[in-house]
């Protein structure tokens, strides 16, 4: 089974696609205040979120809302509606009328959701508009600093020193953070104690305090606990290093060169969106995330912006939702 998570691809989609979103940007821009929905329409745009306040897609919207706001030439409203591991949020779009008054932030678990759960009351490809893929988020494999190991080669030699005897945290079971870490076992041939957690924070809280040994979390959220020594990186998951931290080496360059995955943040709306609503949309959020305050707010927290086309996100989905069901059939990570 390949490992690789397809960003190299993204990035060459992305690099066709730079001219275009570019041009949509300006021109986006250059209309000031003209609404990119329906001309004279006083209507907020609804933006919901399948996450709780306070994650990584949250803090992403809430730092674009304002420049949304000013593209869209209408109010940005944003409504938090976790549950489900997604899937109540996604399929609150779903129903949604499809005027593009309603448009949703997901991430990888939308894709990740219809392999894990039996049921799912709606189709996570086809019964949504993809309208870009927005950007990525960079994961980084943790340590508590009592482990003895300082880097990829360190800290496989522990665990197949002493099989299952670590433990991994991560979100919650069939979560992208899950899946970061189950990868990393399968490219590594290791084996560790899977802990799940209900959400990021009380998984990073008892890494601190030793409870588990390591775990994947998104580098946003535990930049602060690395710079002050609670926590040790031991390496970024993606392909590339990230600029928010230049100084964490990939996993990949350490020995496990077909590990790379990274997290990443997408709009969608619901089903049978009209194309020229979703080519408004699509040139709303792009100039919206080109514009500079938001590229600054996107680089603080780490975040890289490198936005598709509908037609390349569609595409982009179909791959990930396959790529990962292959490795939760592997996992057998299976809820109901």
């Known amino acids: 089974m390949t490992k690789t998570l397809p960003s190299t691809n993204l990035d060459r989609l992305n690099r066709r696609a730079v001219l275009g979103l570019g041009a949509c940007a300006a021109a986006v821009a250059a209309m000031g205040a003209r609404p990119a929905l329906a001309q004279g329409s006083d209507k907020p745009v609804r933006f919901i979120l399948p996450i709780s306040a306070g994650s990584g897609v949250d803090t992403i919207v809430r730092a674009a809302a304002p420049a949304l706001g000013k593209a869209f030439g209408q109010p940005v409203v944003i409504e938090n509606l976790p549950g489900a591991g997604g899937i109540t949020g996604a399929a609150a779009i779903v129903k949604a009328a499809p005027d593009g008054l309603t448009l949703g932030m997901v991430s990888n678990n939308h894709v990740i959701n219809p392999a894990v759960f039996k049921k799912m009351p709606f189709d996570a490809i086809n019964d949504v508009t993809p309208i870009s ?65 209900k959400g990021t924070g009380p998984m990073v809280t008892d890494m601190i305090g030793g409870q588990v040994e390591m775990g994947v979390v998104a580098l946003p959220a535990v930049q602060q606990h690395i710079r002050s020594g609670a926590l040790r990186a031991i390496g970024l998951c993606g392909a590339t290093r990230s600029p928010a931290a230049p100084e964490i080496p990939t996993i990949a360059e350490q020995g496990l060169p077909n590990y790379a995955v990274e997290g990443w943040f997408a709009v969608i709306g619901p089903p ?36 598709t086309t509908p037609e390349q996100a569609a595409s982009y989905f179909r791959s990930e939702a396959a790529r990962y069901a292959a490795l939760v059939k592997k996992a057998n990570v299976v809820l109901e």
């Open 133 to 197: 893929v927005v950007g990525a988020t960079p994961l980084v494999l943790l340590v508590n600093p009592k482990v003895p190991a300082k880097n990829v080669k360190e800290l496989v030699a522990l665990l197949r020193a002493k099989p299952e005897g670590y433990n991994y945290a991560s979100s919650g079971n069939g979560t992208i953070i899950h899946l970061a870490g189950e990868m990393f076992m399968d490219e590594a041939g290791v084996k560790a104690r899977h802990i799940p957690y």
């Open 272 to 307: 049978k969106m009209q194309a020229a609503d979703v080519q408004r949309v699509h040139d709303a959020v792009a100039a919206a995330f080109a514009s500079p305050e938001v590229r600054e707010a996107m680089d603080k927290q780490g975040n890289v912006v490198r936005p």
